[in-house]
């Protein structure tokens, strides 16, 4: 299978914490994305990053990548109640044309 | 500017028929992506339409089955529905793939 696992499964943090949840994935890739689900909605593209970048960030989010390792990490700093969410990645496999989700992270943010 | 519209949001339809979910892709978006949801999993891929022409196809059955029209909306349409037809469905539009995929809200489907 190509697609990318989530680990934790499930992360419950107090508001202001930080989150950090992480993919590991098993075929190269184009690029690699993270989505976020409120309550079995549609997804939320949070961030893309390329093969060839390491780091990217976008507002309160950071996300890495280590090619090498096939994995990434998603980390969400001053969480709030607001981010309790499914967060899902999303790999390409190098088709460009599909991408393969895994089963995803829950966190629960506890005001 | 309107986001990704999937309709309908809801639906009940019995073992054995046949349905049909429509999406309509963002203004410009020429790609349109169809994902199934099955309850605590991940999306799982279903098809991707581009220019009106399938350009990839995950493992699902040939009971599912799609198209993308001029106007570049699309339906899916699944035949000799099952239990486990059961999902949300969700549809994706893009410019270009590589940028990312805009999600609808998706399609509830249950089968009974």
């Known amino acids: 299978s190509q697609q990318g696992e989530e680990d934790p499964q499930a992360l419950s943090i107090q508001e202001g914490e930080n989150a950090t949840m992480n993919c590991s994935y098993k075929?190269?890739?184009?690029?690699l994305q993270w989505y976020r689900q409120n309550s079995g909605r549609g997804l939320v593209h949070l961030i893309l990053?390329?093969?060839?970048?390491r780091e990217k960030h976008s507002g309160r989010l950071r996300v890495t990548l280590d090619t090498s390792k096939k994995s990434s990490s998603l980390l969400i700093t001053a969480s709030r109640a607001a981010d309790t969410a499914s967060y899902f990645c999303?790999?390409?496999?190098?088709?460009?044309?599909?991408?393969?989700f895994g089963t995803g992270t829950s966190l629960t943010v506890i005001p | 500017d309107a986001g990704v519209t999937q309709s309908p949001t809801h639906l009940i339809k019995t073992r054995g028929q046949h349905v049909t979910l429509r999406c309509s892709p963002i203004?410009?978006?020429?790609?349109v992506s169809w994902y199934q949801q099955v309850l605590g999993q991940g999306p799982q891929f279903i098809f991707q339409?581009?220019?009106?022409?399938?350009?990839g196809r995950g493992n699902f059955p040939d009971r599912f089955s799609a198209r993308q029209f001029p106007n570049y909306s699309s339906e899916l349409n699944v035949n000799a529905l099952l239990l486990g037809d059961s999902a949300l469905y969700l549809c994706?539009?893009?410019?270009?793939?590589?940028?990312?995929?805009?999600f609808g809200s998706g399609t509830r489907l249950t089968v009974v």
């Open positions: 994706a539009s893009s410019f270009l793939a590589a940028y990312g995929y805009t």
């Open positions: 990053i390329r093969s060839n970048e």
């Open positions: 999303a790999t390409d496999g190098n088709t460009g044309n599909q991408f393969y």
């Open positions: 203004s410009g978006h020429k790609s």
């Open positions: 075929t190269s890739i184009n690029n």
């Open positions: 339409y581009y220019e009106k022409e399938e350009r």
